[in-house]
């Protein structure tokens, strides 16, 4: 396994070592992180996309980009897998150091190995049942599990897949599969003993930090079901870990399609409510976006007149990723990069200034 962790030295000198505008930088946690990273949702789960993922993650390495986001359900484990072998040989080629990169995964969802079984059920009885990793009864949907046994056993797979001794941060997969399906007050207890368990990885050096990596949980409303609280969900870490817990990260959707994270009075602060964003300020939680094309289904949808609000920029791709990384308070937003075509058309984002705060804000009205 390749040893080490990301740190304040190694991303500071990571930075130095790319001629590109201050601006592209982010200061979170001591850390000197991209303006965006590198996601690994989409594509076949082939060799072929591994391959592309690989060589991929080594070329946005080399131009910039030290966030790595992925899961081990993504694509079957293998984009694990691919951005492992990438890092390796990123590392291996002198392209980037171990302590220059953030690397980010998930664990909730039951990933199933390299493509889908022709039985899932069957799969899941023989693979997570009968071997102890978690019960039916601790599966919800037949497909999302967080116990602390469960959430371990995921730590060590995805520590394979990368072929890391430390994840930098892990997440937990959407906490709000399950949300609905008990009580409130079990669902925290529930994510609380998903948290011990996470505290007692980052004491054994298996992980550094970790979050909740979300879709609907905190973009909702409170009244909906699979609404989270990050308020409550801190206290939860607090129970795990006291006050020196390790919780630091969320993640959740941002675009022009959902801008929630920044609009939506979701949370409550105080005696207050806000937005997920202001709430993730007021704690010093560090916020990554996802989605910022909508899987592309943004691009290609952007009027002529809007075009020329994102002056240097010539792609629909490069317009979206320029909005998410612009939005206060989100330190980078995750960028699918399955190609080496797609992570140089994206780093030409970093060579131009994010959009002002009046230019930004002339876009809500």
């Known amino acids: 396994m390749l040893a080490?962790?990301?740190?304040?030295?190694?991303?500071a000198a990571y930075a130095a070592g790319h001629k590109l505008p201050a601006e592209h930088w982010r200061g979170t946690l001591d850390l000197t992180l991209s303006s965006?990273?590198?996601?690994?949702?989409?594509?076949?789960?082939?060799?072929?996309?591994?391959?592309?993922?690989?060589?991929?993650?080594?070329?946005?390495?080399?131009?910039?980009?030290?966030?790595?986001?992925?899961?081990?359900?993504?694509r079957y484990q293998r984009s694990e897998r691919a951005l492992g072998l990438g890092l390796a040989r990123a590392v291996g080629g002198g392209i980037a150091t171990r302590d220059q990169v953030l690397v980010c995964s998930k664990g909730g969802y039951l990933p199933f190995d390299g493509a889908p079984?022709?039985?899932?059920?069957?799969?899941?009885?023989?693979?997570?049942?009968?071997?102890g990793v978690a019960t039916w009864e601790e599966i919800v949907d037949d497909c999302h599990c967080m116990t602390g046994n469960y959430l371990k056993h995921q730590v060590e797979q995805s520590r394979k897949n990368l072929g890391l001794e430390t994840i930098d941060?892990?997440?937990v997969h959407n906490p709000e599969q399950q949300r609905p399906r008990m009580s409130e007050e079990d669902f925290y207890a529930r994510l609380t003993d998903a948290f011990k368990a996470l505290e007692e990885c980052v004491g054994d050096g298996k992980i550094q930090w970790y979050g909740t990596a979300t879709w609907d949980g905190y973009r909702v409303t409170k009244a909906k079901p699979n609404s989270?609280?990050?308020e409550k969900v801190l206290k939860c870490a607090e129970a795990a870990g006291g006050q020196e817990h390790h919780?630091?990260?969320?993640?959740?959707?941002?675009?022009?399609?959902?801008?929630?994270?920044l609009m939506a009075p979701t949370q409550k602060i105080g005696d207050r409510e806000g937005s997920l964003l202001e709430a993730a300020y007021?704690?010093?939680?560090t916020v990554f976006s996802s989605v910022p094309l909508m899987q592309a289904k943004l691009v290609g949808r952007i009027a002529p007149e809007m075009q020329k609000r994102f002056p240097g920029l010539t792609t629909d791709a490069q317009r979206l990723l320029q909005f998410a990384r612009s939005a206060p308070g989100i330190c980078a937003p995750l960028v699918g990069m399955s190609r080496v075509q797609h992570v140089d058309e994206n780093l030409k984002v970093a060579s131009v200034a994010p959009l002002s705060e009046d230019d930004f804000n002339s876009f809500f009205g």
């Open 4 to 11: 080490g962790r990301c740190n304040v030295e190694g991303t």
């Open 282 to 285: 007021e704690y010093g939680v």
């Open 169 to 171: 941060v892990y997440y």
């Open 247 to 261: 919780f630091g990260f969320v993640q959740l959707p941002f675009n022009f399609q959902f801008v929630e994270a």
């Open 117 to 131: 079984p022709d039985d899932p059920e069957a799969w899941i009885h023989k693979e997570i049942v009968e071997k």
């Open 36 to 74: 965006f990273g590198m996601g690994s949702y989409l594509g076949n789960p082939d060799d072929a996309t591994d391959a592309n993922y690989a060589a991929a993650l080594q070329r946005a390495l080399d131009l910039g980009v030290n966030v790595v986001d992925t899961a081990s359900n993504y």
């Open 228 to 230: 989270l609280s990050l």
